[in-house]
């Protein structure tokens, strides 16, 4: 009996450890059928640059079906708000998906898809694959975008254009921003944030022949961050950056002789002196003709008293004249050689090249070079169809164009007193509207006018031409584009260079340009209180040779709050005119310095008066000469003894 109690509690106690067991390992059993089903997705390699072709793999997912791999991204652009004067308060972010492809899973879920990394911002992005009724799958890959940047060409004389393409750039606090030096001088900063982070600009060699170094760092504030490997590491700097950024190349500047443009004879300093002196010497024989004309009618007495005189005063000025000759004839080969080297051509080698390897490089004609970018402005417009309206044709113009102001829909055979409305304030309390009388017009008998004006000196960006009670959606909209021109594009060393801009704007992002010497910043100028015109001199320096100037826009200041300031380069060269905030352009000039400084000019040119006031020493002499002998001869009856008068009176 106790045996078999003893049986079946055994075998009870069995079927409880059997039973608890088999529930323990249960739930790991279902645990590990459940992470062996779950989706995977995995890219590799996990960075690259803009155009490399990546792996995308998955596994996991349900067997035969086609999944579409999306890239997760962003559209960035400026936010300018009036606080109360427009500017930039920060960058404003919109989601967006890319479609990299699509993949076909196999009979086990797994999928291998080979795409190509799309123009998009640097950093960090998700790839997704989704179901085709638009389900996003989890999980998400992580994939970073590298910066890349390729130039060229790779040499050429100094001016060559040189053109920067850069991809994967940016939109947070260190990445926003890429900052470009030449020859470890500062030339400005690029962005790209309205065109997914890629974006291409121009800026020109200048220099001496040679190599040339060109580098891009991260980096705010400006001009770059040269030590981004011991900083905090970040997806926006070295530490994952590091094989493309800092950015480090080439350029080689090579030997050309360049010819400066000639000038006129009216303003050469030879010519037109020699023939200045040709009149005053004729004039000079004349009156000493005259002279002697007048002495030879005098009594005998006084003709001998005034002709001892003349005589004296003759010789005193042939004798000067003499001088003068000699020293122009002896100086006259040391001068030439002053004025030829100031005109002559000039090479953009270095001191010490040879003379041979200038002799045999090919002279070009300096042709003065002056390019703007302007990035496309859409200028709103009124949009009335009926009762009194203006339109200004062309919509946008310089300061000084030409434009046609037209009229339709007002009272027939009336007078109109039209305003012109420009801007009046501070950057402090803002600025406001104004309107100012531009002029009166009759209208026809249909009620139409048109005319024609120049664009007046005003700030830049939009305008209106407006009558009476007329609304933005019926007044004429005209925007003043910015103009820049050169005072003058060739000289020695030490010339006065003048920058005159027009069109200069009102605001925190367009009333500030920033200017490049040889592709060195050199500081930046406003038009706040000078109605939008601006003028900056600058004087000319470095070596013979051609020598780059270049206005950029920049953004002179912005909100209060650090936060915002984090994101905006202040004060300082935009690179890419069509990512400024408010569009404003770049302008590029090219200036010929000949050989000397400006003192050396100056002497030079003074010496050219001499000679060619010299020059006309032989000139002078003959007409003294040729006068003196006349008044001689004149006078020489009564200079005479009596007897030998008396006998060539008879003869």
């Known amino acids: 009996m106790h045996d078999c109690v003893k049986l079946v509690s055994a075998a009870a ?70 606080i109360p004067t427009p500017q930039v308060t920060g960058i404003a972010t919109t989601p967006t998906q890319v479609t990299l492809g699509s993949a076909q899973t196999n009979a086990s879920g797994s999928f291998s898809a080979k795409v190509v990394v799309p123009t998009d911002y640097g950093g960090t992005h998700f790839i997704q694959a989704f179901a085709s009724n638009g389900t996003a799958l989890p999980p998400k890959a992580t994939f970073i975008v590298e910066p890349s940047f390729r130039f060229s060409p790779t040499s050429g004389p100094a001016g060559t254009p040189i053109t920067v393409t850069a991809t994967g750039l940016s939109y947070g606090s260190y990445s926003t921003s890429y900052h470009l030096s030449w020859d470890n001088t500062y030339v400005g900063y690029m962005t790209a944030l309205g065109s997914h982070g890629a974006t291409n600009f121009t800026f020109y060699a200048s220099g001496t022949p040679g190599t040339h170094f060109i580098d891009i760092y991260q980096g705010y504030p400006g001009p770059g961050y040269l030590n981004p490997q011991q900083g905090p590491p970040s997806s926006e700097t070295q530490s994952v950056f590091g094989n493309y950024i800092p950015f480090h190349a080439n350029f080689t500047i090579t030997a050309q002789k360049v010819v400066p443009q000639s000038t006129s004879s009216t303003t050469s300093a030879g010519s037109g002196k020699q023939d200045a002196f040709g009149l005053p010497s004729f004039g000079l024989l004349v009156g000493l003709a005259s002279v002697a004309l007048f002495v030879s009618k005098k009594e005998p007495a006084e003709r001998r008293a005034v002709s001892k ?65 302007r990035p496309h402005i859409s200028v709103p417009q009124n949009n009335a169809t009926t009762g009194p309206r203006i339109s200004i044709t062309p919509d946008i113009a310089s300061v000084g164009d030409n434009i046609t102001v037209n009229g339709l829909g007002f009272a027939p055979s009336a007078q109109l007193p039209l305003s012109w409305s420009t801007r009046q304030g501070s950057n402090l309390l803002g600025y406001k509207v104004v309107n100012k009388p531009l002029r009166n017009v009759t209208t026809a008998n249909d009620g139409s006018f048109s005319f024609t004006m120049k664009v007046p000196p005003d700030l830049g960006g939009l305008h209106f031409i407006s009558s009476g009670n007329l609304t933005t959606k019926s007044n004429g909209t005209l925007f003043i584009q910015r103009s820049a021109t050169l005072s003058t594009t060739q000289g020695p060393q030490g010339t006065q260079i003048q920058i005159v801009m027009h069109g200069v704007g009102w605001d925190f992002d367009t009333n500030i340009v920033a200017v490049d010497y040889d592709n060195s910043y050199i500081g930046y100028a406003c038009g706040f ?101 006349a008044v001689f001869y004149s006078a020489l009856p009564t200079l005479l003894p009596s007897g030998v008068r008396a006998k060539e009176l008879r003869t």
């Open 13 to 82: 106690t069995t079927s409880i450890l059997s039973v608890a067991l088999l529930l323990l390992l249960t739930p790991l059993a279902a645990t590990h059928a459940a992470s062996a089903t779950a989706p995977s997705l995995a890219v590799s390699p996990t960075a690259a640059i803009v155009g490399a072709t990546i792996t995308v793999t998955g596994a996991g997912f349900a067997p035969g079906t086609t999944l579409s791999l999306q890239w997760a991204s962003v559209t960035a652009s400026w936010l300018v708000q009036a």
């Open 309 to 373: 005189f003349l005589v004296v005063v003759l010789v005193l000025v042939l004798v000067a004249i003499a001088g003068v000759g000699f020293y122009a004839t002896t100086g006259q080969h040391t001068t030439t050689q002053t004025s030829t080297s100031s005109t002559s051509s000039v090479s953009s080698t270095s001191s010490t090249s040879s003379t041979s390897q200038t002799s045999t490089t090919p002279s070009i004609p300096f042709v003065p070079v002056a390019t703007v970018i």
């Open 529 to 629: 209180n000078s109605g939008g015109n601006v003028t900056v001199t600058i004087v000319a320096s470095g070596a013979p040779g051609i020598h780059t100037i270049d206005v950029y826009p920049s953004i002179w200041w912005g909100p209060s709050n650090f936060a915002s300031q984090q994101i905006v380069e202040y004060r300082y060269p935009l690179l890419t005119p069509q990512d400024h905030p408010e569009l404003m352009p770049s302008f590029h000039f090219t200036f010929l310095m000949t050989q000397g400084s400006n003192a050396t000019q100056t002497q030079g040119t003074a010496a050219g008066a001499g000679v060619a006031f010299f020059g006309s020493a032989a000139m002078l002499s003959v007409a003294g000469v040729a006068a003196g002998i």
